[in-house]
């Protein structure tokens, strides 16, 4: 049975979208535009839509939104839009945000750029689903569906109008999306490595202290590392953020092998829970111990590595584990190679 774009499941969460606190990280494997006349909205919070394979055509309240693969968008709580698939399946995931809304990071030191610079945020112009009939904004008015999230549960009701009738917008309330590629790689010109945050693209802050985040979307793309004689990788660490990472394909060449389902195990993402023991690999500590400490370009598979660090303790849903094995071994990782959603 085809699965469109209300069919995300619940991959983990935090706090509680009626006292508006915390987040859920949602999964969708979508195969399916969404049905003619039905549109969808989180009234539980803001959507980041990760998509890790594939485009998502997103007409939205405000207007249109292609999202490729290696973009990312932004949908505001409460704001209708409709999802189709323009090349075909799509999978990501879906980060909302139950409280505040998203921003770029401060940049202290760093300056007035870099990082995920504002010039590169694309917002949409309004494409009012209609037509003028003598100097009038007519809808194309019939039966729509309107399906909502609101705790979580899914909604529906029905109206006899077009929800897509905007003619004209302005304000500060609106969806976005953003070309990962565009996004301004920092790091360490000399020797050390330094914290993952410094690949924030954008943060939630939860203003419970200084610097502190309900969540931090960040990535690990495709950069040079400069060493001089030390050792490259991340600590092996603990830390009191908890981590939900996963991959997202970068490459956007169709023969990419990863684009052919190849060597690529599409649903993996992990999990460290706050204070828990994570890093490298023994393999990858030791190949890192071995490696020449000179210049390279890293993160060139084609794939990107993304986090999400959340202040909160993730919950993992009943689905999630009841659907995804457990990699025993030592990663932790949650994995299968198809969804049964
Ligand atoms: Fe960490």
New binding site residues.
Partial sequence: MGQDWTNARLLAHSGDAYMKTGLAVYIFAITEDMKDARAFSSLDGDMLIIPQQGALDIQTELGNLLVRQNEIAVIPRGIRHRVTLPTGQARGYICELFQGHFRLPELGPIGSCSLANVRDFQIPVAAFDGTLQNGRACGNNRQWQIVSRFGGRLFSCTQGHTPFDVAAWNGTYYPYKYDLARFCVLGSALYDHPD?SLFTVLTAPSYREPGTGVVDFAIIPPRWNVMENTYWLPYY?R?T?T?FSGPIISNQDESCKWNQGLEFQPYGASV?SAMAC?GASNGEHIKAGDQATEPQKVGTEGFTIFLLETECPLSISDWAIQEFQVDGQTSGILHKTRPSL
């Fill in positions: 993952p660490h830390n953020m981590e460290a994570h």
